[in-house]
């Protein structure tokens, strides 16, 4: 039972193993298959992950060039952006800052019915504006006024004034205020300054904006006369007389203007300097100043003066004298205006002299002027070398390019044996010590000019030429405290070096009038010819610019020069010393007067900025 039982489990067994051997082949088959299918797995893997994951590697460092090329181009374009802003600004002028002047000078007033310093006019006409003043050009401008007009008698004047000009503190200007400040000038017990030119003169009033005024003579250059500033008087109504000095000098609140700037206040340093401020007038009828605060300090030299500009006290120093303006050659970063001013320097011979009244010694010594060599003497050089302009050479009495036929007349060429001949002929002859006798007399001049004045050098340098001529010399530069008392008012001199103001008018006759050689009289070269006045007095009375012109041209050719009353030497130049980028004074005109550096002060700029343009 045993054995049987084994048979048929070995039984049992083959039918497995022949099953299993028999299905074998199916599952080798299906492990393949299994094969081939991981194979395409891989593949596929590799295809969509492997491959793509690389061509997100690829893709990312196109993106990546992508990003930046724009990067680039943004960047471009907002340079290109930049350039072209910037392409549109300009840096210039703009408004606003302090523009602090320093002067050497007093200011005891801004009163225009005061004023007689050159600072103190210049001051005034800050916030005092004239009916007239004159431009770059030297020529009469309306200001306060519109026009005038001239009645058939000459005597009378008829003026028409602005409609659009208000006071600093809103009120209206009218006739009025002219016709009330030009009564204080009359007035004896106010004292004015100008009192002597127009205690003769009428005014009255029109309307509110016209009035006339009446000479008792005829007087070409009155126009010129119209430049005197102009007093509230909706103020004056309220001040006594005797009042009015002081009260429109010192009170702030008191005082009002049609100028371009306000008057604010006075500070006394404890040097004795004072500072005086302006802000710009918003009323001004031109337009509101660019500037919003003007200053001008006092000094009491011109090497103070400097010596402030060097320390940033100021920003402008205004008339240096020609030693200072050398120096100032030697500093960075200033701009120096050299222009010639409407005055000249004369050697004056004394008329009536007793060496001097001889035409023969006047003519030798004009000859024997080389005024070439003069103007090159009152030029020096700064430390470093570097030279001032050269001054202008002046030949007549009258400023340059007023009257063009004037223009056309010069005085004789340098000629030394011309000279010694002149003297030779009138008994001036050499000794054995080469000196100029006559009858057992040395030819002496006695010279005088002005201590530390800019044409003392010139005067310094015509006694050398002089004296190599064999004329002795005696050679005075007198204190300006003490010359006129001393040497102008007695006249004593042979010949006096000084400066004339010569201006914008051609009527020069105060200088060389008969009248006018007297010993309160600015005719110092005591010359005196009736042929002379006559003409003088025909050119000033001449309302007729052609025949006025004439006059003149006929005085200068054949009295001023045939006489040889003077010896022009030049014309001096103004210096004017300016931190760079400031918008000052300008070089392009001459200067008729030191108080009309201001004509344009509306237009001074002291700051800088950029400004959009316009494409």
């Known amino acids: 039972m045993a054995e049987q039982k084994t048979t048929k489990e070995s039984t049992s067994d083959d039918k497995t193993s022949k099953t299993l051997r028999k299905r074998w082949p199916r599952i080798k088959l299906n492990r393949r298959s299994i094969d081939r299918r991981q194979r395409a797995i891989l593949r596929h893997a590799r295809k969509f992950l492997v491959q793509r994951w690389d061509n997100l590697r690829a893709s990312r460092r196109e993106i990546i060039g992508w990003l930046l090329l724009v990067a680039v181009l943004v960047m471009i374009g907002y340079l290109q952006t930049v350039f072209y802003t910037h392409s549109q600004e300009t840096v210039t002028a703009v408004s606003g800052g302090t523009y602090a002047e320093g002067v050497v000078d007093k200011i005891a007033t801004i009163n225009p019915l005061y004023v007689t310093t050159d600072a103190e006019q210049a001051a005034s006409g800050l916030v005092y504006s004239s009916l007239f003043r004159l431009d770059e050009t030297g020529s009469l401008q309306p200001e306060l006024a519109t026009s005038y007009s001239v009645g058939q008698d000459g005597k009378t004047y008829s003026v028409k004034l602005r409609g659009n000009v208000r006071w600093s503190d809103g009120q209206a200007f009218l006739a009025d205020d002219v016709v009330s400040t030009v009564e204080l000038i009359k007035n004896p017990t106010i004292g004015s300054s100008l009192f002597d030119r127009w205690k003769n003169i009428d005014v009255k009033k029109v309307n509110d904006l016209e009035i006339t005024f009446t000479r008792r003579d005829v007087l070409a250059s009155f126009p010129f006369m119209l430049d005197f500033g102009i007093l509230p008087a909706h103020i004056l109504k309220n001040i006594k007389p ?31 300097q004072i500072i005086l401020r302006f802000v710009a007038n918003e009323h001004y009828f031109r337009g509101a100043p660019r500037l919003k605060v003007l200053t001008i300090q006092t000094y009491e030299t011109s090497s103070d003066l400097l010596s402030g500009f060097k320390a940033n006290e100021i920003n402008v120093a205004a008339g240096l004298n020609v030693h ?17 001013l409407g005055d000249g320097i004369f050697a004056l011979f004394n008329n009536s002299g007793e060496i001097t009244s001889e035409l023969a010694v006047r003519e030798a010594l004009r000859l024997s002027a080389d005024l070439a060599v003069v103007r090159l003497a009152v030029t020096p050089k700064s430390e470093k070398g570097v030279g001032l302009k050269t001054v202008s050479a002046l030949e007549t009495p009258l400023a340059p390019g007023l009257i063009a036929d004037v223009d056309e007349l010069k005085q004789p060429d340098y000629d030394i044996k011309a000279a010694e001949k002149k003297l030779d002929a009138a008994g001036w002859k050499l000794d054995s010590a080469n000196r100029r006798v006559r009858d057992g007399q040395p030819l002496t001049l006695n010279i005088v000019t002005v201590k530390n004045a800019d044409y003392e050098p010139a005067a310094k340098n015509l006694a050398e030429q002089w004296e190599k001529l064999g004329i002795k010399i005696e050679f005075t530069a007198a204190d300006p405290s003490n010359v006129q008392q001393n040497f102008l008012i007695p006249r004593a001199y042979d010949v006096l070096i000084y400066q004339y103001h010569l201006g914008a008018d051609p009527d020069v006759s105060a200088y060389w009038l008969s ?101």
């Open 242 to 272: 005797a009042d009015v000095k002081n009260t429109f000098s010192s009170n702030p609140a008191k005082i009002a203007g049609t100028g371009p700037f306000s008057y604010r206040s006075t500070e006394v340093l404890n040097s004795g």
């Open 324 to 340: 200072e303006a050398a120096q100032s050659l030697d500093i960075p970063d200033v701009n120096l205006i050299q222009v010639p």
């Open 515 to 615: 009248s006018q050689a007297t010993a309160r009289g600015l005719n110092f070269a005591n010359y005196q010819s009736r042929l002379a006045d006559v003409t003088l007095n025909n050119a000033r009375t001449q309302l007729d610019s052609d025949k006025r012109a004439i006059n003149y041209t006929h005085f200068v050719k054949n009295y001023w020069l045939s006489d040889v009353s003077a010896i022009a030497l030049y014309q001096p130049n103004y210096y004017y010393l300016m931190v760079q980028g400031i918008n000052g004074l300008n070089d392009t005109m001459p200067l008729f007067s030191k108080s009309a550096r201001f004509a344009e002060v509306r237009d001074f700029t002291v700051n800088t900025g950029k400004v959009k343009t316009t494409p």
